[in-house]
């Protein structure tokens, strides 16, 4: 009886990777390490294993498609602006180099993780975005077992070593910050995206930092799913408090209409007596009135970034973090000063020239370099 021909699957048992990872590296493709492919070479050549003419010309064929999987809730992504404008700029990059997006919603992170594995194993994508980065992310071990390419869209420190497109939350936060305490706030309250995010756990502790070093004391934070709904609710309990504060800094511009609304509902004038933050500008915050001040942040050419990186990670097998500019704050009529604050503005007069002083000139937004 003749003996079996060795199969990829002998060398990934040998080699304890998966049998992706041993295609990858016997094919000379990014996704393994320089170590693990030479390991995997090795076990080949000891076992004598030979390709498949046939096999090794499918394996070599491209899908020309990069994946997005998100477990946001549906509902929501219609309504938000980011995550639109988001795949708007990554479809607009795909486009210009002949490739597609395969877009998916699920309900949770592990169906996140089962749509990789299928997506991957039935060869349908070249590699994956990664976006709403969690705190100790198991999709990152699952990306490294299957040795698939990815990009992250978070904080490096998030990443797990892979190629990360950021922003410096805590940079956009802080000029907020002082903007609202120079205007005499001492009380400025945030209502958050989901806890377990990364980007909101580095927003909490940035907006605690810089309002303990300007002698803000501990500052209100609550957190939301992100929707109108549970903005308007945060804002009503905040604003209800006894200790109401004078400012809210939103994490999306749903929720700072949303809690537009609820000032106007209880009676309280923006900006004399409450003033108001949106994380991101949009056209929701431009068409109310008064407009909502909004950290304004060139968001389809963040996703524009994001493929190219992960286009580089596909074709060179390597690909640099990059870090975009921070977002911009642009003021509006939803923010003003504290009359008659304890170290702000002491009077009309004096907060109109105050206004004038601190506020920062509207500009717009940079163009996409090239």
């Not at 498949?52 to 499918?58: C, E, F, P, V």
């Not at 309002?211 to 549970?230: F, R």
């Not at 640099?320 to 007069?349: F, I, K, N, Q, W």
Request: glycine share 10%; net charge neutral; with cysteine.
């Amino acid at each position: 009886m003749s003996r079996r021909r060795p199969t990829m699957e002998d060398i990934a048992r040998r080699a304890g990777v998966s049998k992706v990872a041993v295609s990858y590296a016997l094919n000379d493709r990014p996704g393994v390490s320089p170590g693990t492919r030479a390991e995997i070479k090795r076990i080949a050549r000891e076992i004598g294993w030979r390709p498949n003419s046939a096999a090794r010309a499918l394996t070599r064929a491209r899908a020309d498609a990069v994946g997005l999987v998100s477990s946001r809730p549906a509902q929501l992504l219609g309504a938000e602006p980011f995550f639109m404008g988001l795949i708007s700029g990554m479809q607009d990059e795909l486009a210009a180099q002949g490739k597609a997006l395969t877009l998916q919603f699920v309900a949770d992170a592990g169906q996140e993780m089962e749509v990789h594995r299928r997506w991957w194993g039935e060869g349908r994508i070249d590699g994956v975005l990664l976006t709403d980065l969690r705190t100790d992310d198991p999709r990152i071990a699952l990306i490294r077992e299957l040795g698939l390419p990815a990009v992250a869209i978070g904080h490096p420190d998030a990443a797990g070593g892979l190629p990360a497109v950021w922003s410096d939350d805590a940079a956009a936060l802080g000029q907020t910050l002082r903007y609202l305490h120079t205007l005499g706030h001492r009380s400025v309250a945030r209502v958050a995206g989901l806890r377990d995010l990364d980007h909101t756990a580095r927003r909490d502790r940035a907006h605690r930092a810089v309002c303990a070093e300007l002698g803000m004391g501990e500052p209100a934070i609550v957190h939301t799913d992100y929707s109108g709904e549970a903005g308007a609710r945060a804002a009503r309990g905040l604003l209800i408090r006894p200790d109401r504060p004078t400012a809210i800094v939103f994490d999306n511009d749903i929720m700072a209409v949303a809690g537009l609304s609820v000032a106007d509902e209880l009676g309280l004038s923006v900006p004399g007596e409450l003033s108001l933050v949106a994380w991101d500008d949009s056209q929701l915050t431009r068409v109310v009135r008064p407009g909502i001040t909004a950290l304004n942040r060139d968001i389809p050419a963040y996703g524009r970034h994001a493929v190219r990186t992960l286009l580089t990670l596909v074709e060179e097998g390597w690909a640099e973090c990059l870090e975009d500019g921070p977002a911009r704050l642009l003021p509006r009529g939803s923010t003003g000063p504290v009359v008659g604050a304890v170290g702000g503005v002491a009077g009309a007069g004096a907060s109109a020239a105050v206004a004038t002083s601190v506020a920062v000139r509207p500009e717009r937004v940079t163009a996409d370099p090239a």
